[in-house]
């Protein structure tokens, strides 16, 4: 009948924490907040301290850190792509996406140093072992291509998936709802739709259904996407950068990350953090998931829920 979502009874200071600290000092907490998100936040973080330095980021070592931000949206959405076929009893389904986002990880790792991408955002030189990376996207696509067919051409899961958690246009306008969420309902919100990523093969992935189905193929769809922008994004090396002084001010950041618009805001004084805000993609759409509810199963409840991703640790800081 109806759904009280019921957050905010896990309180872990973090904006609280990170008052007098440095931007560099502050870093190692901020890309730990929600570890779906390590690299989103930390791409926010690096707008911070790039626009509060008067800093350039070289071409190439934008075009690596936008590389990493798609190898974690792409983690993600396979992830997803398992467990949302799953809740609906097609567990044949995660098992194939499980095995791809864990490849996902490992070439995570030797991209960064990380599974989860702690640290992968920095202002060092890097190289990249191009040969090796489009090989990798080469034969990921195919896979991706294979589950494609593969999932599309099950009309039982589809029973499942179609008209159900429907978000219509209106509701989700009024509720503020972002990311794949919104995108699923029409919305044609995406922080990456700028030059920089329409230049590197970026398309915004809009579905009308609204519902479980759209989700999953928005999903779908930016995982193609995704490959397609690392393959423009994938460079030899990039040289490393040396930020100057921090000054006196209040900082802005908003990324598109795995679960949609990231938005960061810092004040400093005297050189230390004064007052750091977050919010996280998932703090507009909880507030929309109960509309998705009525009229539909219980057992659709943990499938509905699935098709949303929402992060607990972004939402109570």
């Known amino acids: 009948l109806h759904q009280e979502v019921r957050h905010f009874y896990k309180y872990r200071a973090i904006e609280k924490m990170l008052e007098g600290k440095t931007l560099e000092e502050a870093k190692p907490v901020i890309e730990r907040i929600s570890g779906n998100e390590s690299i989103a936040y930390q791409s926010a973080w690096r707008d911070i301290v790039l626009e509060a330095t008067g800093t350039q980021l070289p071409e190439a070592n934008r075009r690596y850190h936008a590389l990493l931000l798609e190898m974690e949206r792409l983690i993600h959405h396979l992830t997803d792509l398992g467990f949302i076929p799953n809740d609906a009893g097609f567990g044949a389904a995660l098992a194939f996406a499980s095995r791809l986002a864990e490849e996902a990880r490992r070439m995570l790792r030797t991209l960064c140093g990380h599974r989860?991408?702690?640290?992968?955002?920095?202002?060092?030189?890097?190289?990249l072992v191009r040969e090796v990376f489009l090989a990798y996207l080469e034969a990921l696509e195919k896979e991706v291509a294979f589950f494609e067919a593969w999932i599309l051409d099950i009309p039982s899961l589809w029973d499942r998936f179609d008209t159900t958690g429907i978000l219509k246009k209106e509701k989700a306008v009024k509720y503020d709802t972002v990311g794949v969420v919104a995108r699923a309902s029409g919305l044609g919100l995406d922080c990456r739709n700028n030059d920089f990523y329409r230049a590197h093969g970026f398309q915004m992935q809009i579905q009308q259904s609204a519902d479980v189905s759209a989700r999953?193929?928005?999903?779908?769809?930016?995982?193609?996407n995704s490959i397609t922008m690392m393959r423009h994004f994938s460079m030899d090396r990039c040289e490393g950068v040396t930020p100057g002084s921090a000054k006196d001010g209040t900082y802005e950041a908003f990324v598109e990350s795995s679960l949609g618009e990231l938005y960061?805001?810092?004040?400093?004084?005297?050189?230390?953090?004064d007052r750091f805000f977050v919010r996280?993609?998932?703090f507009m759409n909880w507030q929309a998931l109960h509309l998705m509810m009525p009229n539909n199963i219980i057992a659709d409840f943990p499938l509905i829920n699935k098709s949303c991703d929402l992060s607990y640790a972004g939402n109570d800081l």
């Not at 702690?118 to 190289?127: K, L, P, R, S, V």
């Not at 960061?264 to 953090?273: A, E, R, Y």
């Open 264 to 273: 960061m805001s810092v004040t400093l004084q005297n050189g230390v953090i």
């Open 280 to 282: 996280d993609p998932s």
């Open 116 to 127: 989860f991408g702690f640290g992968a955002i920095d202002f060092e030189a890097h190289t």
């Open 216 to 224: 999953f193929m928005v999903r779908l769809k930016e995982v193609q």
